[in-house]
């Protein structure tokens, strides 16, 4: 038995936000993904996982940019994620930011899986899977989840870069 895996909506506005600003149409590509055009009024609608990735697809391929993510995070802060940025703004340290991060994501995902674990060189790994894998828009979303959990490093060390992605 399948679930419906479900992710807030406000992952899906700085797509649009790109979309719009280069003139595209929004709400024809929200159609097209089967988004109600008026997800986009509350940040916080749960909306089924594999139309917020069809989306994030189909505006990588109406802006011809197949790293859309990185655009679409690269100005964001963390206090744009509403109650989840600002818990995560009030750990007191790195250790907790990373372990409140990977604890409280499922209130912004049901499909995204995260662990955190300290290896035996004393680096520690941040693991996110998707619970399945989307049809569509797969590289989207892992560019965009990758994204934030830098951000979320580096609030702490501003300058920092994994040694390791894979």
Not at 57 to 65: F, H, I, K, Q, Y
Not at 67 to 83: I, V
């Amino acid at each position: 038995m399948t679930h419906l895996t479900l992710i807030r909506s406000k992952h899906l506005h700085p797509f649009a936000a790109l979309l719009s600003q280069a003139g595209e149409p929004v709400g024809r590509i929200l159609t097209k993904a089967r988004l109600p055009e008026d997800c986009l009024d509350d940040p916080e609608t749960p909306i089924p996982a594999n139309a917020l990735f069809h989306f994030r697809e189909l505006a990588g391929r109406a802006m011809g940019t197949p790293s859309l993510a990185l655009d679409a995070t690269r100005n964001l802060q963390l206090a744009t994620l509403g109650e989840f940025g600002q818990t995560l703004l009030r750990a007191p340290t790195l250790y907790r930011l990373l372990t409140t991060f990977r604890d409280h994501f499922h209130t912004q995902s049901t499909i995204v899986k995260m662990e955190l674990s300290r290896l035996e060189s004393g680096d520690v790994r941040l693991c996110y899977r998707f619970d399945h894998p989307p049809e569509l828009g797969v590289v989207h979303s892992d560019l965009y989840t990758f994204q934030w959990a830098l951000k979320v490093v580096r609030l702490v060390s501003p300058t920092w870069s994994p040694s390791h992605v894979r």
